[in-house]
């Protein structure tokens, strides 16, 4: 299991962040590259191994653990595997946004040449100019993104029932049970600033003025975008990747599929706030495009006045004057909350994930990391119940939702759940999670061996190892 987060999320950064290292530099100086394996119609780089390599050692020495395998051939083998789930999403045509992709390589980038002191010196730094850099960047992001989405496509099926999950606890070494760490149980009262709807309008006004600009040719969409789209896409204008509607959320698809090349749409809402749309051009079902996307904005005092109300409610609760549950329930502008007394579940993340069924949708109980941008639920919450004790209320804080939305909120430290042995009974969701994991690694080990056996792989006789976890790599 720490294998393949490490293969596919947490080295993802630091492999690319390697390449930018003083020993990195040192080697691609003074080595002469050479490819040491093939799979499918990709090649691996023994740079890319020591660099993968590399990244490997500092991450287990940053979490303070080590291996007995080889760095270099554990780092060819994740390689291997992922330029056969890369080249295997090819073939079975699995999508990606690459939309996403180039806004994480501009996010990059922008790091990097402010590290190095401008697009210069970086690119005396990485003996390349920025264009190859950039394609370097779009390529490896490209394929590390495809290849989750390929091992997604075979996890994504595999579901457990409860009987399941019974199976799966009885036959664990319970001296080896996991520990569940601290829990938190807690509720919350969520606020919109009032002026909602007239931020929306005034939103709507400016991408209306934007777009008459544009139809009348005193400026370029591209120029608008450029300064003042809130989406990654706007550095290249608010261009998209072209690609099938079904990559966008329904909204902007319908819009999209009503265009015609040249055309621009009327205002479109999606959960991410306001867009135009404008159709460059359509060649089957790929629509290529560009957009704008606006959110609304607040005055301060708009965003006060919420707080201010929040406040006052949390004094009528300290007095007693008032249930948390009914000021939830009359008060909150959280759908999912508000009629469970203002309790926080998984509602909200898995529904924005797809998931609207099963036991997670109801979990109540969040760790330590269910808190930031990877768990769903905001930083802010977790320091304001570090200040409480069970069955205290907070003062009102500034938070946003998964849309980006700018809200105030209170919350209540309901329970604190201490670090404890992973039972059935009461950490149901937990081992519910580790059955799936269970199941869906076991599925993958069995489609991968499949994948392996007829997909084209050579490997340089030098780089050959005993260590592959996987026989079938060596033919």
């Known amino acids: 299991m720490i294998r393949k987060i490490m293969i596919f999320a947490a080295l993802a950064a630091g492999f690319i962040a390697t390449a930018t290292s003083a020993a990195a530099q040192e080697r691609r100086q003074v080595m002469l590259d050479k490819v040491v394996a093939v799979v499918g119609g990709s090649s691996i780089l023994h740079s890319e191994v020591a ?33 056969l789930l890369y080249n295997q999403a090819l073939i079975d045509s699995v999508e990606i946004n690459t939309a996403d992709i180039a806004s994480r390589i501009e996010g990059y980038l922008q790091m990097l040449i402010e590290e190095a002191g401008g697009i210069a010196e970086l690119e005396v730094k990485e003996h390349m100019p920025i ?41 664990l070494d319970k001296d ?31 991408l209306l003025d934007m777009r008459e600009r544009v139809i009348k040719g005193e400026t370029k969409f591209t120029t608008l975008a450029r300064m003042y789209s809130l989406d990654g896409s ?47 051009d359509k060649k089957g079902e790929n629509y290529h495009c560009r957009h704008i996307l606006l959110r609304p904005t607040f005055t301060r005092d708009e965003l006060m006045q919420p707080a201010h109300v929040l406040d006052s409610i949390a004094h009528l609760i300290r007095v007693d004057s008032l249930s948390f549950a009914d000021a939830a329930l009359r008060f909150s502008d959280d759908a999912s909350s508000r009629n469970n007394g203002g309790i926080v579940s998984n509602h909200d993340v898995l529904e924005r ?46 938070t946003t939702d998964l849309n980006g939305n700018q809200l105030s909120k209170i919350v209540k430290l309901v329970e604190v759940i201490p670090a ?44 050959r190892s005993d260590e592959f976890e996987y026989d079938g790599w060596i033919k």
């Open 51 to 83: 660099e993968y390599a590399e990244a490997l050692v500092a991450q287990r020495r940053q979490m303070g653990y080590t291996s007995d395998r080889d760095p270099m051939n554990e780092a060819l083998e994740a390689l291997l595997e992922q330029k």
């Open 353 to 398: 994930q797809g998931v609207y069924d099963g036991a997670r949708l109801t979990a109540t109980r969040f760790l330590k990391e269910d808190f930031g941008q990877m768990g769903g639920k905001s930083l802010e919450d977790y320091n304001a119940l570090m200040r409480l004790k069970v069955g205290e209320i907070s003062s009102s804080f500034q």
């Open 131 to 171: 264009f190859t850099y950039r394609e370097m960047l779009r390529t490896r992001y490209e394929e590390q993104s495809y290849a989750q989405a390929m091992r997604m496509e075979v996890v994504g099926k595999v579901n457990v029932i409860p009987g399941e999950v019974e199976q799966y606890y009885k036959h």
């Open 176 to 206: 080896s049970l996991p520990i569940i760490g601290e829990q938190y149980v807690y509720a919350q009262i969520t606020k919109l600033p009032a002026s909602l709807k007239d931020a929306q309008r005034r939103t709507k006004e400016r």
């Open 234 to 280: 706007a550095i290249y204008g608010g261009e998209m990747e072209p690609g099938p509607s079904s990559m966008y959320v329904r909204p902007f698809a319908e819009a999209l599929e009503k265009l015609k090349p040249g055309q621009i749409s009327e205002i479109v809402e999606t959960e991410f706030g306001f867009h135009i749309i404008e159709l460059i």
């Open 420 to 463: 404890h042995v992973a039972s059935l009974e009461d950490d149901y969701i937990r081992i519910e999670e580790m059955a799936l994991t269970d199941k869906q690694e076991k599925a993958y080990r069995k489609w991968l061996i499949s994948k392996i056996d007829g997909m084209y792989v050579y490997i340089d006789p030098a780089y």
